[in-house]
């Protein structure tokens, strides 16, 4: 997620969803203390030898994004690029409520997912409305939707990207 929000990256950072690290370490290569949590053992295992062979001091665990609070940590800044979507509405308030969990006051998540706009054959997978990003992010939960923001995602099979929300929430 190598977006204008790097410089508002800020004091400990988790990485939602990492896959193979690539936000982790570019997150890391910023002087950031950075933990990547991701469910595929695989993706991890890959994410941990990039950071050894790029000399990038970024920790990898395995574990799920709908217990972050098992990580017994929090943090200031979480980065989502590409799991949002692929929680059904029930599952995206579990995460949302996972995600408070690790989430200091004044913390931000930034999520980056597939959005509905656009003909369906241009759309990526699960594509979520505007109004289904906001929704799990209530007010009454302790969260405040900052900005959302149409964008493109780069995927393999569209290199050129489809359309995708970015959205910035606080924590309050």
């Given at each position: ?44 295992a890959i994410a ?64 980056l997912c597939f ?58």
């Amino acid at each position: 997620m190598r977006l204008a929000c790097d410089r508002a990256f800020t004091g400990d950072v988790l990485d939602a969803g990492c896959g193979t690290g690539e936000n982790a370490l570019h997150a890391a290569s910023l002087g950031l203390d950075v933990l990547g949590i991701d469910v595929a053992e695989t993706a991890v295992a890959i994410a941990r030898t990039k950071a050894a062979d790029r000399g990038v001091d970024a920790e990898f665990v395995v574990g799920d994004a709908l217990h972050l609070d098992r990580l017994g940590r929090v943090f200031d800044t979480v980065l989502d690029c590409g799991l949002f979507h692929t929680f059904d509405s029930d599952e995206r308030r579990q995460y949302v409520t996972s995600l408070a969990s690790v989430t200091g006051r004044g913390g931000n998540v930034y999520v980056l997912c597939f959005s509905d706009l656009g003909p369906p054959d241009t759309c990526g997978p699960h594509p979520v409305s505007q109004e289904e990003l906001r929704a799990p992010f209530d007010l009454s939960r302790g969260w405040s939707v900052v900005s959302v923001d149409p964008d493109r995602l780069r995927t393999r099979s569209h290199e050129e990207g489809v359309p995708a929300w970015v959205a910035k929430v606080e924590r309050v």
